[in-house]
Every structure is written in structure tokens, then in C-alpha cells.
């Protein structure tokens, strides 16, 4: 049995690993070559369970011996009560002289009763454990079985294969079921890469699903323009009641790369403070306008959905970052990533 178990689980982890072995493909691109196919697979499997027979010890109550167990009750014993009668004799006189009468007199006596011991014993079975070997049964996972098979069909394209001349990029996709996504083998410390992965069709037929995707490699901002987060600067912050508005300097270029946290609370004076919003925003949902060096900032509350405010007292704080989840290569930029920009306003009415 345990032999057939041990064939069943190798040919079961010999078939899981060449799918494994399928689900990732190295890619490389350059502006000579700016469009690879890549063909992967996954399979997604469910545990069988058997049951496993194992060596063990038992236990079971046996029978040992009688001993006697006494104890101490009590009975109520009762005396007297009831009527108790007599005769008594009377005297009766006439003319003729007087004799004497019997008369019946009765009276009722008290009940008394009182308590009385006694010992009352029985026989009880004394139970010993006894432990012995025994064979016992559990629930294992014996095996995989194959429930959906993923083929994916993946065009991996350069967007400029001009910008890219001279260079070569390394990449590796990878499919994990129905989820593509792709990693930078190399470093690429001249601009950050931009991806896109769009699925253009998928075809679900019983337990095989096809899926075609287009990942797209694009140059995002450059290097040089980027590490200006290094020293920007958050200023001028207004509240007003229906947006928030600020300045960035020193940031210019950066505009379509940001996220913004924002956390705004009613703040009155008496009662605790009200979070209106607290939340991430990516920039393609602010305004944005570059003016030399400085880049005017404006979130409408109604892009959070959050209704116009009240010109009453309120608290705000912006965090910006750079956007990490469409860059490819945000690690050759971890220092520019990891910098955050601030800026609150405490206690405030709005303003405009």
C-alpha cells in the first residue's frame, strides 16, 4: 500500500513540476527584435485524501474489583400522638342516695420525632486503564488532481523600439492561472519602464482555459527627471470647500507618475474629529499644471467622492509618492520610491 501511495505522489510531482517549468518564459527585447511570443501554461489542482493506517497506543477502562462504598443517611422516626382517652368516674346523687358513673374522657398527645442515623453501603466497580498497541486510521493527502488547465498565447512588445536602441531588455513572464505578469531580469537605470498587460481574448471550454494577452514595455520618465523627488517640496496648501490645492516644487515632469494620500476629518471644536476620506489617489484623477519648476496641484473632493465641505474647522494631510504598481523596474529607483512628500493643514476653515 505504501509503495503504491509513494509511485502516486512521485508521478504526481514529476507532472506538477514540468507545469511549473511551463508557467515562465524569459523574454528579450531590443529595438532590432521589439516583439517576442511567448507561449506558457498552469494548472491548478485539488489534494486527493486517502486514509493512512498508523501505529499507535490504545487505551480501554477494564474491569479491576468490587470495593464496598458506605455512607451515612438519615431516618425520620416518629412517636406519640394521636388521641389517648380514660375513665374516670362521677358521682351522681338522688333521693335515694348517690352512686357512681363512669365517664370516657379523651385528649390529644403531640407527635415527637427525631433523626435516627444509620450506615448504608454498596459494592462499586473499580476500573483500571489498561494501554495496549494498536493500528489507527488518519486522512492524508495522497495525490494532486488536475482541475483547470491554463494556455496562455502572449505577445510581449517594445511601444518605441527607437528609444530602446542599443539597449536589450531582459524580461520573464509568468503565469499563475489566469494572472499574467512580468518581472526585469537586468538593472535599467536610464528611465523607468511603464507596462501594460491587456487581455484580447480568453476562451473558458470545461477544464482548459485560453487566454491571449499583449504586454506592452514602454520608457516612462527619465532617470534624471525622476530623482527630482528627491528634493521636492510640498507648499502653499489651501483648504477650500469643495477641493485642496497646493504647489510642488521642484517637480515638474513627474505629474503623471504620482499617488497621493489624503486624510481629511472634520475637526470641531467640542466633539470627536469625523473622518470625511482617508484613501490613495492616482494622478490621472487630479489636476495637474506645470508652471516652470512648480507643479500646481488641485484634488476636487468630488473625484474621492466627498461631498462639498462646510466652512467650518477642518484637518488635511497630503503624502505623495511615486506610483509604483505599472513601473517594471522600480527597484533600480528603491531611494526615489521609497520618498515620500507631506504637507497638513491643522484645525483650518476653508479658504475659497
Known amino acids: 500500500m505504501k509503495t503504491k501511495i509513494s509511485i502516486l505522489l512521485f508521478a504526481l ?5 514540468e507545469s511549473l517549468a511551463q508557467s515562465q518564459r524569459p523574454v528579450d527585447l531590443e529595438s532590432a527584435v521589439p516583439v ?5 501554461s498552469d494548472q491548478r489542482f485539488e489534494p486527493i485524501y486517502g486514509q493512512e493506517p498508523y501505529q499507535t497506543t490504545c487505551s480501554r477502562e477494564v474491569f479491576s474489583h468490587n470495593e464496598s462504598v458506605c455512607r451515612t443517611v438519615s431516618d425520620t422516626v416518629c412517636r406519640g400522638g394521636g388521641e389517648v382517652c380514660r375513665t374516670e368516674q362521677d358521682s351522681v346523687c338522688n333521693s335515694s342516695g348517690c352512686v357512681s358513673v363512669p365517664r370516657r374522657v379523651c ?4 407527635r415527637t420525632c427525631a433523626e435516627v442515623p444509620r450506615q448504608v453501603c454498596e459494592a462499586r466497580p ?3 486503564t489498561q494501554y495496549y498497541a494498536c493500528t489507527q486510521y488518519r486522512t492524508v493527502v495522497v495525490g494532486q488532481r488536475l482541475v483547470k488547465t ?3 498565447q502572449v505577445e510581449v512588445r517594445l511601444e518605441d523600439p527607437a528609444a530602446f536602441a542599443g539597449q536589450r531588455l531582459r524580461l520573464v513572464v509568468h503565469a499563475r492561472e489566469d494572472v499574467l505578469s512580468v518581472d526585469l531580469i537586468s538593472a535599467y537605470s536610464d528611465s523607468i519602464l511603464l507596462k501594460s498587460i491587456e487581455r484580447v481574448r480568453h476562451q473558458d471550454v470545461g477544464d482548459v482555459e485560453s487566454i491571449s494577452s499583449r504586454i506592452v514595455i514602454r520608457k516612462g520618465v527619465g532617470a534624471e527627471t525622476l530623482r527630482k523627488i528627491q528634493g521636492g517640496v510640498l507648499l ?3 483648504l477650500g470647500t469643495s477641493a485642496v490645492r497646493f504647489d510642488l516644487s521642484g517637480m515638474a515632469g513627474l505629474e503623471s507618475v504620482l499617488k497621493v494620500r489624503v486624510n481629511l476629518k472634520r475637526a470641531p471644536k467640542v466633539f470627536f474629529k469625523t473622518t470625511l476620506y482617508e484613501g490613495e489617489v492616482n494622478s490621472s484623477r487630479l489636476s495637474w499644471v506645470a508652471q516652470g519648476g512648480v507643479i500646481r496641484a488641485v484634488i476636487p473632493f468630488q473625484k474621492i467622492g466627498v461631498e462639498e465641505i462646510s466652512r467650518k474647522r477642518h484637518e488635511i494631510r497630503v503624502s505623495i509618492r511615486l506610483d509604483p ?3 517594471l523596474n522600480s527597484r533600480d529607483f528603491s531611494s526615489e520610491f521609497d520618498r515620500r512628500i507631506e504637507g497638513s493643514l491643522e484645525k483650518v476653515t476653508p479658504t475659497f
Open 13 to 17: 510531482i514529476t507532472i506538477r513540476g
Open 36 to 40: 517576442q511570443l511567448a507561449t506558457l
Open 107 to 110: 385528649h390529644t398527645e403531640p
Open 126 to 128: 473499580v476500573y483500571v
Open 150 to 152: 491554463y494556455q496562455h
Open 236 to 238: 502653499g496648501m489651501e
Open 325 to 327: 504598481e505599472s513601473v
